[in-house]
């Protein structure tokens, strides 16, 4: 699994929330259009990561991204319940093989900690 530090985590946290309230925090935004540029933006973050482990063959990561392009909600592949995570391992092999698994794992470990960066990262705004 590809590692990622908490430097790393805190600065995109903090350019995700640049982008959706600016850099004073003062912008106004609508809750759904917030949710919205956090959860693609992180998504795209996470889907880097998970794309860049070892062995992943070059092929599949552009096929994966052409799918995403011709079909954004293909990205929820990587969003399912705990429940769900088999029959999403099983829609992802067809690409990436034995390695599906590690690619979901990271996709969601990275997706999790930066979701909770960008809540510590408000925190911290709105404290200081």
Known sequence: MTGISREELSKKAKSINDAVFGRTRKKKVHLNDALKIQVTESAKFALGKALSIDGIAPK?????????????????????????????????????????????????????????????????????
Request: proline share 3%; glycine share 4%; net charge negative.
């Open 60 to 128: 599949a990561k552009d096929s994966f991204i052409d799918i995403i392009k011709d079909q954004p909600e293909s990205i929820n592949v990587f969003l399912v319940k705990n429940e769900d995570l088999g029959q999403a391992i099983g829609m992802l092999k067809p690409l990436f093989g034995d390695k599906s698994k590690e690619v979901l794992e990271t996709f969601r470990k990275v997706f999790n900690q930066l979701q909770e960066e960008i809540s510590l990262d408000k925190e911290n705004f709105t404290a200081s």
